[in-house]
């Protein structure tokens, strides 16, 4: 599958940037017009990011998304993450405390000619049909429209969770045009979710984790290749692989030696891990936490940019991918909790500390930690995680993690 690749480099665009500055590159909100709109034949055309085919959906998407779990409310920002090509919107209900998407609905509000513009995803907090109705039709309103690109069922981890139940519910919303293709995001079993959902046919898009840590297993090249086969549009998120066991601080060794080795050729370590996700031409779009104009721009023009990594650069991050495994849960959660009596959602955990430690989200880090259940988080530090690690592909230190947890999200 080929992409429609402008001939814009990083380099160029960085110069331009640094040139003018990327504060007056960027127009001011509401004067900028999409360069491919433009009818003046002696107008430079901005370069705009990519496209790729979404699945069978007929529907071309950025290769970059803009990820909205935060607060959107820098109107700013969305209105440049357009003008660069970034059309695909990506929110929930519960981001940002439900602010992601009332951010999205201020901007439809005031740039109503917009919307037509935008693949706008949100996703469901609930498998329960009824239930999926109410918070569809809330997330509608919230956002300031009629219809969503695309919805998706919040996380499933088998893929049994997408049953007939579910169907019926998403041709019906089709149906009534509030929703125009339905599937799910998950980051956990995902193979197994992924490899389901080749064989349903009814889904149209999957989100799911996918980075440079856990791209390159047979089973998971397998599970990509089914549904890429069958069709289904796949939106790539959590490509920055960030270690859910790690803290935020100084780099080390490892991570220095990576940072070097992109920088001399001109990318950042963020640029590079984007890169060989999109050098996987099965992956229509990257999802991205882009909560400045600094991310968006450095993002936006790796995009742009069709330079490739080398063999030598993508076998440079497998290998750092091996010696940093135990920093990285890859949410196979059917390995270690099934070894666990206790119920403890040892993947979901690993989660919030990421989400605490790393995307310095503390507050949602002790909400979502607050949802296990108190009998459950009460026993966790008492656990005895010893087969659980044994049997981690990862070699995670759960028990320590799972400690650590208990002080840090109560
Ligand atoms: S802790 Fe280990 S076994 Fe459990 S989900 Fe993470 S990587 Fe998989």
């Given at each position: 599958?080929?992409s429609?690749?402008d001939?814009f480099?990083r380099?160029d665009f960085?110069?331009?940037?640094?040139?003018?500055?990327?504060?007056?590159?960027?127009?001011?909100i509401?004067s900028?017009?999409?360069?491919?709109?433009?009818s003046?034949?002696n107008?430079?055309p901005i370069?705009?990011?990519?496209?790729?085919?979404?699945g069978k959906?007929g529907?071309?998407?950025?290769?970059?998304s803009?990820?909205?779990?935060?607060?959107y409310s820098?109107?700013?920002?969305m209105?440049?993450?357009?003008?660069?090509?970034?059309?695909?919107?990506?929110?929930a209900p519960?981001?940002g405390?439900?602010?992601?998407e009332?951010g999205?609905?201020?901007?439809?509000?005031?740039f109503?000619?917009?919307?037509k513009k935008?693949?706008?995803?949100?996703?469901a907090?609930?498998?329960d049909?009824?239930?999926?109705?109410?918070?569809?039709n809330?997330?509608?309103?919230?956002?300031n429209?009629?219809?969503?690109?695309?919805?998706f069922?919040?996380?499933?981890s088998y893929?049994?969770?997408?049953?007939?139940?579910?169907?019926?519910w998403?041709d019906?919303?089709?149906?009534?045009?509030?929703i125009?293709?339905?599937?799910?995001?998950?980051?956990s079993?995902?193979?197994?979710?992924?490899?389901g959902?080749?064989k349903?046919?009814?889904?149209?898009g999957?989100?799911?984790?996918?980075n440079f840590?856990?791209?390159?297993?047979d089973r998971?090249k397998?599970?990509?290749?089914?549904?890429?086969?069958?069709?289904?549009?796949?939106?790539a998120?959590k490509t920055?692989?960030?270690?859910w066991?790690?803290?935020?601080?100084?780099?080390?060794?490892?991570?220095?030696?990576?940072?070097n080795?992109f920088e001399?050729?001109g990318?950042?370590?963020?640029?590079?891990k984007?890169?060989?996700?999109?050098?996987?031409?099965?992956?229509?779009?990257?999802?991205?936490?882009?909560?400045?104009?600094?991310?968006l721009?450095e993002?936006?023009?790796a995009?742009?940019d069709?330079?490739?990594?080398?063999?030598d650069d993508i076998?440079y991050?497998?290998?750092?991918?091996?010696?940093?495994a135990?920093?990285y849960?890859?949410?196979?959660?059917?390995?270690?909790?099934?070894?666990i009596?206790?119920?403890?959602?040892?993947?979901?955990?690993?989660?919030?500390?990421?989400?605490s430690r790393c995307?310095g989200?503390?507050e949602?880090?002790?909400?979502?930690?607050?949802?296990v259940?108190?009998e459950?988080r009460?026993?966790?530090?008492?656990?005895?995680y010893?087969d659980?690690e044994?049997r981690?592909?990862?070699?995670?230190?759960i028990?320590?993690?799972?400690?650590?947890?208990?002080?840090e999200?109560?």
């Amino acid at each position: 599958m080929s992409s429609k690749t402008d001939k814009f480099s990083r380099r160029d665009f960085l110069k331009t940037a640094g040139a003018v500055g990327i504060g007056s590159m960027l127009s001011p909100i509401g004067s900028l017009t999409n360069a491919q709109e433009s009818s003046n034949p002696n107008e430079t055309p901005i370069k705009v990011v990519p496209t790729r085919p979404f699945g069978k959906t007929g529907v071309d998407v950025s290769i970059l998304s803009l990820g909205g779990a935060f607060h959107y409310s820098n109107l700013l920002l969305m209105k440049q993450a357009l003008n660069m090509g970034v059309t695909y919107w990506d929110t929930a209900p519960g981001y940002g405390g439900g602010q992601s998407e009332a951010g999205i609905g201020k901007y439809f509000e005031k740039f109503p000619e917009d919307r037509k513009k935008v693949f706008l995803v949100t996703k469901a907090d609930t498998f329960d049909p009824p239930r999926m109705t109410k918070t569809l039709n809330q997330s509608l309103e919230s956002m300031n429209t009629s219809f969503v690109d695309l919805y998706f069922l919040h996380g499933i981890s088998y893929p049994e969770q997408a049953d007939k139940q579910i169907k019926a519910w998403a041709d019906e919303a089709k149906i009534q045009g509030k929703i125009r293709f339905f599937g799910f995001s998950t980051h956990s079993n995902m193979e197994d979710c992924l490899l389901g959902a080749a064989k349903l046919g009814w889904i149209d898009g999957i989100m799911l984790t996918y980075n440079f840590r856990v791209m390159h297993s047979d089973r998971m090249k397998r599970a990509v290749d089914d549904c890429y086969r069958a069709g289904i549009g796949l939106t790539a998120m959590k490509t920055q692989s960030t270690g859910w066991g790690s803290k935020r601080g100084p780099l080390n060794d490892k991570e220095r030696a990576l940072l070097n080795r992109f920088e001399r050729k001109g990318l950042t370590t963020g640029q590079a891990k984007l890169k060989v996700v999109w050098d996987d031409d099965r992956i229509a779009s990257i999802c991205a936490h882009m909560t400045n104009m600094q991310y968006l721009t450095e993002n936006a023009s790796a995009a742009m940019d069709s330079k490739k990594l080398s063999d030598d650069d993508i076998d440079y991050l497998k290998d750092y991918a091996r010696e940093t495994a135990s920093n990285y849960c890859a949410g196979c959660r059917h390995i270690c909790e099934s070894t666990i009596d206790e119920k403890v959602p040892v993947n979901d955990i690993m989660r919030y500390l990421m989400y605490s430690r790393c995307y310095g989200d503390s507050e949602g880090a002790k909400a979502a930690f607050k949802e296990v259940p108190s009998e459950v988080r009460e026993r966790m530090a008492l656990v005895d995680y010893r087969d659980a690690e044994n049997r981690c592909p990862q070699g995670m230190p759960i028990g320590r993690l799972m400690r650590e947890a208990v002080i840090e999200l109560a």
